[in-house]
């Protein structure tokens, strides 16, 4: 079975906890961005990059949990736009998502600096754990933190354990 199979096809984890604490949960409206695309390209984890709000700079770096829902914007014209790397990214505002990608979906969200990368700005980048087909940079996304869980932590190298 190929690792991707196997990934998609695990246990949920954190389980939702019974009782959701202060200052959770948070929640968010925002719009697809483009980031440094680094995510799927150099570690194989596609990410959703969205604009770090005041709630989302208050936070302390790490990861955090909760779930996800997207929406497509079939109201804007598809376009091409360039990325902090300089680029071209095509913004398609999700219109080529399917129905069960429009669904409620877990997720994961990395918020800080992403010390491997020493970035200077603290950025946010949501995993929807799901398998998409396509992209859908531009898209709404409409998203509810629950916890914390675990700090932002450095590695050695973009290879897999």
Same mark, same amino acid.
């Given at each position: +079975? ?15 906890? /019974?009782?959701?604490?202060?200052? #959770? ?10 980031? &440094? ?8 984890? @596609?990410? /959703? !990059? ?10 302390? @770096?790490?990861? #955090?949990?909760? &779930?996800?829902?997207?929406? %497509? ?15 071209? $990214? !095509? =913004?398609? #505002? ?6 069960? *990608?429009?669904?409620?979906?877990? +997720?994961?969200?990395? $918020?800080? #600096? !992403?010390? =491997?990368?020493? !970035?200077?700005?603290?950025? /946010?980048?949501?995993?929807? $754990?799901?398998? &998409?087909?396509?992209? =859908? ?16 932590? *450095? ?5 897999? %354990?």
């Amino acid at each position: +079975m190929s690792l991707k199979k196997l990934y998609y096809n695990r246990p949920m984890r954190p389980e939702v906890p /019974a009782n959701v604490v202060e200052p #959770y949960p948070i929640h968010l409206h925002d719009e697809v961005i483009a980031g &440094f695309s680094r995510g799927s390209s150099e570690l194989g984890i @596609p990410t /959703a !990059n969205i604009h770090v709000t005041d709630s989302l700079r208050a936070l302390e @770096p790490g990861i #955090y949990f909760g &779930f996800s829902k997207l929406r %497509c914007r079939r109201e804007l014209q598809p376009e091409s736009k360039t990325s902090v790397k300089g680029q071209k $990214i !095509n =913004f398609n #505002y999700g219109q080529h998502l399917k129905k069960k *990608d429009l669904e409620v979906l877990p +997720m994961v969200m990395s $918020i800080g #600096y !992403n010390p =491997f990368y020493n !970035n200077k700005e603290k950025a /946010a980048e949501v995993h929807i $754990i799901h398998e &998409f087909l396509d992209t =859908f940079y531009g898209a709404h996304i409409e998203l509810v933190i629950l916890g914390y869980l675990r700090p932002e932590l *450095d590695y050695i190298s973009k290879g897999m %354990c």
